[in-house]
């Protein structure tokens, strides 16, 4: 399993002297572009390809607090991948320095052609190392439908 350690920074602490949620966001993007750029998706791959990733959601779930001190590590797994790669879901777990899972985290994403503005499937080549990522039990194939929570967007603000 691809994994990244972290030692909290005290830019890292809100105001409760716990981890911010925010960091647990930005460890997790600092894991994945790891795993990207040690993979060959780095950003000189991908600006060949006019490619870029966008984010949908990201579901975190708190199990304990996490103070400075001691480092943590995040994990990567793979949920899910549509079948031309448009679109993933990624597993992150945050461990404590005992190996204790800490938090977890289901992120949703895909990729985009920088250029056109539209979402894209992945080069073969980029296909490949996608799938090489070690799955979750629970791994599946996504498709459009499964990427939307609602059937329909929720309605627009009327402003005066």
Same mark, same amino acid.
């Given at each position: 399993?691809?994994?990244? $350690?972290?030692?909290?920074?005290?830019?890292?602490?809100?105001? /409760?002297?716990?981890?911010?949620?925010?960091?647990?966001?930005?460890?997790?993007? !600092?894991?994945?572009?790891?795993?990207?750029?040690?993979?060959?998706?780095?950003?000189? /791959?991908?600006?060949?390809? /006019?490619?870029?990733?966008?984010?949908?959601?990201? !579901?975190?779930?708190y199990f304990r607090e996490v103070f400075p001190g001691k480092p943590i590590t995040v994990? %990567? $797994?793979?949920?899910?991948?549509?079948?031309?790669?448009?679109?993933? @879901?990624?597993?992150?777990?945050?461990?404590?320095?005992?190996?204790?899972n800490i938090a977890r985290c289901e992120m949703m994403g895909a990729w985009i052609d920088l250029e056109k503005?539209?979402?894209?499937? %992945? +080069?073969?080549?980029?296909?490949?190392?996608? /799938?090489?990522? @070690?799955? #979750?039990?629970?791994?599946?194939?996504?498709?459009? @439908?499964? #990427?939307?929570?609602?059937?329909?967007? +929720?309605?627009? %603000?009327? %402003? $005066?």
């Open positions: 399993m691809y994994t990244k $350690q972290f030692e909290i920074r005290w830019s890292d602490v809100d105001a /409760n002297r716990h981890l911010r949620n925010s960091a647990y966001i930005d460890y997790m993007s !600092h894991t994945r572009m790891s795993f990207f750029m040690e993979s060959g998706l780095d950003l000189t /791959n991908l600006t060949k390809h /006019n490619l870029g990733a966008v984010a949908f959601y990201e !579901h975190m779930y994990s %990567l $797994q793979l949920k899910g991948i549509s079948e031309d790669g448009m679109y993933f @879901e990624f597993l992150h777990n945050f461990y404590d320095e005992k190996g204790k503005r539209k979402l894209v499937g %992945l +080069p073969e080549l980029f296909l490949k190392k996608m /799938n090489a990522v @070690e799955k #979750t039990d629970d791994f599946k194939i996504i498709t459009k @439908e499964s #990427t939307r929570k609602y059937s329909e967007r +929720p309605k627009d %603000l009327k %402003l $005066q």
